[in-house]
């Protein structure tokens, strides 16, 4: 079956109510860079979506279009049953809330202690803890999730590479977002940490059920993680199907992502 057969099996067969992201025909463009041309991709409750593309394919520009960071030039991007096009900023902070990222690098406040860097989520989207004024149980429990709960009066410098990476996953689950956006979770670790993360991301979707969405380079954190991966070529969902799937395929441009 071909990306397009696909994604059209896909579409009929999934309710509204299980789509977590839609996005259809989006095309984004800088000058003559034609970064996105026609991409389509959709996340179901509960799914593990991977998104791979060599770098500079555009799999960022696609991450800030779903969160109403960029805008497009055209085409549809529906996140958690809300069309970012038609949001206006306070609706948009709110879906935000639904959505927890985990950044490149940990991108943890310096000047912040552990506590203190869980807390910003929950202080910007104030209107979601309503009526919680002891912020300390929700913390633990984050903490608790990556096994990090000594750690909360550190500051990040006291933390190895390992333990911030793990500290902003227990920041991204605070909000309890019903997505969770990874950004190369595993980039920079060894591999038994890059392990370690991976183990934890799949508990935490266990435990809460979350769906997410990885842009990953490494191959064996997308083998690992996802049941479905999308291979972005030439700004489209070039390919489409579960690691066995690709890693089988006989393509020069799917094979590069699995070369050794
Ligand atoms: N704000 C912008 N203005 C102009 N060009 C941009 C802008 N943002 C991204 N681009 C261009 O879009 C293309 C895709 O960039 P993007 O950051 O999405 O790549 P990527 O797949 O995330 O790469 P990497 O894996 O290296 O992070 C690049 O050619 C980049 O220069």
């Not at 095309?27 to 770098?55: A, I, Q, T």
């Amino acid at each position: 079956m071909d990306v397009k057969e696909n994604i059209a099996t896909l579409q009929n067969s999934t309710t509204s109510e299980e789509v977590v992201v839609r996005i259809q025909d989006l095309y984004k463009s800088f000058g003559d860079n034609h970064v996105l041309n026609g991409f389509n991709m959709m996340l179901r409750k509960g799914e593990n979506l991977v998104v791979m593309g060599k770098s500079g394919s555009g799999k960022s520009v696609m991450i800030k279009c779903l969160v109403g960071l960029m805008t497009p030039d055209s085409g549809l991007v529906e996140v958690l049953g809300e069309d970012i096009a038609s949001l206006d900023q306070v609706d948009l902070d709110e879906l935000r809330s639904d959505i927890g990222f985990l950044f490149q690098g940990s991108a943890l406040y310096d000047s912040m202690t552990v506590r203190e860097n869980l807390e910003f989520p929950m202080r910007r989207h104030r209107k979601k803890f309503e009526g919680i004024t002891d912020t300390l149980p929700l913390v633990q429990e984050a903490l608790e999730n990556v096994g990090l709960a000594h750690t909360m009066d550190l500051m990040p410098e006291e933390l190895s590479g390992g333990m911030k990476r793990r500290i902003a996953l227990a920041r991204a689950i605070i909000l309890k977002p019903k997505l969770i956006l990874y950004d190369e979770p595993t980039s920079g670790l060894d591999p038994i940490t890059a392990k370690e993360i991976i183990g934890l991301m799949r508990s935490i979707q266990k435990k809460y059920g979350t769906s997410a969405l990885i842009i990953t380079h490494d191959v064996d954190c997308a083998r690992v993680i996802s049941e479905r991966m999308i291979l972005l070529v030439d700004g489209i969902n070039y390919a489409e199907g579960t690691y066995e799937e690709l890693v089988a395929s006989t393509d020069p441009k799917i094979n590069a992502f699995f070369k050794k």
